[in-house]
Structure formats: C-alpha cells, structure tokens
C-alpha cells in the first residue's frame, strides 16, 4: 500500500470533506487502489514516523490539464467557497507549474470500519 501526504489539507482530510486530490506524479493509480494518506511522507528529520491519517481507496482516476475544473470541484479538493481560479493559483504556486501542466485527478472514497464512505 502506498502512502499520499496530506500535509496541505490535514484539517479537511480528517473532516472528510476532501473527495479529490490532483498529483504530479500519480499516473500510475488505478481505481480501486487503496491508499494510506498521511501527515507528511517525505522530508521527515531523523527518527520522525509516517502519521497515518486513515485509508482511501481511489474511484475515478484521469489525466487532464491542472486549469481544468470550477468552484464545484474546489469543494470537493475540501475548499468550499473558494473560486476556481484561486485554487488553480494555490495549487500551481505550490506545485511550481503552469496552469497547463497535466496533473493526475483522483477522486476517492474513505474506507471507514472496513467499507467506503463517498
């Protein structure tokens, strides 16, 4: 099982009202794949521990361009009333990319008590 860092979006994993994450380098993710998503995976100092936050499993999975989406699809990244176009902004600031680079959108499920929660 892989883990995905969370680290930017603690607080809306753990309320689960985060349903879709976009990654650079998750070209490799299948639908139904299950996920541990974490505090933070990488960069940890020495001694420090992978923090589980709880497990996903992966429900649609596609390849499209980061500026594509609108103010529906920032709630379900778990930004609620925030504009598209400000998303976009956070999320090509953070990546350090342009708003064209291709991205892997994933839209999961929690895995609650052994079944998913949408």
Known sequence: MRNMSFALTVPQ??????TVTRRLRWEDVEPGEVI???RK???????????????IVATEVNRQPIRVGDDD???REGFPGM???HFVELLCD???????EPITRIRFA?????RFHA
């Open 110 to 114: 929690y895995i609650v008590g052994g």
């Open 13 to 18: 994993f753990l309320a689960r009202t985060k």
């Open 94 to 100: 953070a990546y350090r990319v342009p708003s064209t």
């Open 41 to 55: 995976c990488m960069g940890l100092p020495p001694g420090e521990r992978i923090e589980r936050l709880g497990l």
């Open 36 to 38: 541990a998503g974490c």
């Open 73 to 75: 699809e920032a709630a």
């Open 83 to 85: 504009r598209w176009p």
